[in-house]
């Protein structure tokens, strides 16, 4: 329950407070903040850069393809396709595009997707969103090389699976994709 919320219910005026309102303000809200995040792209910048950012736009491609369709319907046995797709925004651009991919295919937010990933988001982003990991990858290449690093994020990942089919988090694909129905 938010903070607004729960002053709304102290003062016992939540029941002027209508929640498909709300719903809407906060979809044209998001919608204005994508717009503004795509507005701020510098477009020299991708003209000076454009076959490095072409090829690791290539890697990261197909890192979120394999994460989609492969990872994905394999962890999230509930709601995978909403879940995944949140995940596939935020890991390609901003929070905001995850939001946006969630709103397109579950416009009322009934499904796991924005809930789980309210839940998760305070434990990963100071890690992945931008923060340690982020400022750590380019230090620790330029210490290790590229070969090694990749090495050593390869092997963390397949711990990562290993350490989820340990914990019973680890789902055939055939489960997952009946849940959806």
């Known amino acids: 329950m938010s903070i607004v919320n ?16 709300l719903s809407r ?15 701020s792209i510098r477009l020299d910048v991708i003209v000076d850069h454009a076959m490095s950012m072409l090829l690791i736009s290539i890697a990261a491609l197909a890192s979120m393809l394999f994460y989609f369709y492969w990872l994905a319907p394999r962890v999230f ?7 995944a797709i ?7 651009g901003v929070t905001a595009v995850g939001f946006m991919l969630l709103r ?4 009322d937010l009934e ?39 990749g090495l050593v994020s390869l092997a963390i990942f397949a711990a990562c699976i290993l350490i989820a089919m340990l ?14 129905k």
């Open 111 to 149: 499904t796991l997707g924005s809930k789980a990933y309210a839940i998760q988001a305070p434990f990963t982003s100071p890690l992945f969103g931008g923060d340690i990991v982020t400022a750590l990858i380019p230090m620790a290449i330029a210490t290790y090389g590229n070969v090694k690093v």
């Open 77 to 83: 046995s509930e709601d995978w396709f909403e879940q």
């Open 25 to 39: 303000i906060s979809g044209v809200c998001l919608d204005f903040l994508v717009v503004a995040a795509v507005s």
């Open 167 to 180: 914990l019973g988090c680890w789902h055939k694909p055939d489960r997952a994709y009946k849940n959806q």
């Open 104 to 107: 397109v295919v579950d416009p």
């Open 6 to 21: 729960r002053v709304l219910c102290a003062l016992k005026l939540q029941k002027y407070v209508d929640a498909r309102t």
């Open 86 to 92: 949140v995940h596939f925004g935020v890991n390609t």
